[in-house]
């Protein structure tokens, strides 16, 4: 997994690539981590992401705790197979997909 990263504003933008899961999660966390407390919004931009497990999707759930809500975690760009596992989880619930 990859992570690029960028802040505009309070907007930490996030390009994620390759597998979000148990290995890659903390690795996640730890390079959003410093960030993400000083951000008011976290967009996800999925576009190469393959495969979300339910370790990435308990992360996304613990940063939208931190930002304060569903509207606070956008993810956008996500394949087919990424949103059918947030629509299935119901994590679209949680998170804002785009």
């Not at 730890?30 to 992401?49: G, H, T, V, W």
């Not at 393959?50 to 569903?70: D, T, V």
């Amino acid at each position: 997994m990859e992570v690029i990263k960028n802040i505009v504003g309070d907007t930490l933008e996030a390009k994620v690539t390759g597998k979000l899961d148990t290995s890659s999660a903390a690795q996640l966390d730890a390079d959003l981590k410093e960030d993400i407390a000083k951000a008011k919004l976290l967009e996800l931009d999925f576009a190469e992401l393959e495969y979300i497990s339910s370790a990435g999707l308990r992360l996304l759930l613990l940063f939208a705790k931190q930002l304060g809500g569903k509207d606070k975690v956008q993810v956008k760009n996500a394949n087919a197979v990424v949103k059918d596992i947030f629509r299935i989880s119901g994590f679209a619930k949680i998170v804002t997909v785009l």
